[in-house]
């Protein structure tokens, strides 16, 4: 029963992150967070975590739509 407790353990994690951050949103501004992050996951398959490019997708929407920054591509790894 180890993963259930994992789980639980996330969960609780994730619950004493997102609430101090709900708290200070109105309804609307959450529901502009929660609708880039559901669609960043509609483009996965069920079950599939987002990796790395979608966070780093999702991060340029999430500042794009809620900083009002400009689109910028993300620093590109150069090969030695």
Known sequence: MKA???VNTD???AI???L???AKLT???WSRIAGLIDHA???KAAKTM???SDMEHLNISLRQE???EPYSKPAQKQSE
């Open 4 to 6: 259930h407790t994992t």
């Open 16 to 18: 004493n992150t997102v």
């Open 11 to 13: 969960f609780e994690q």
């Open 50 to 52: 987002l990796d790395g």
């Open 66 to 68: 809620l900083l009002g």
């Open 41 to 43: 996951y509609s483009v």
């Open 20 to 22: 101090p951050v709900v």
């Open 27 to 29: 309804r609307m501004e």
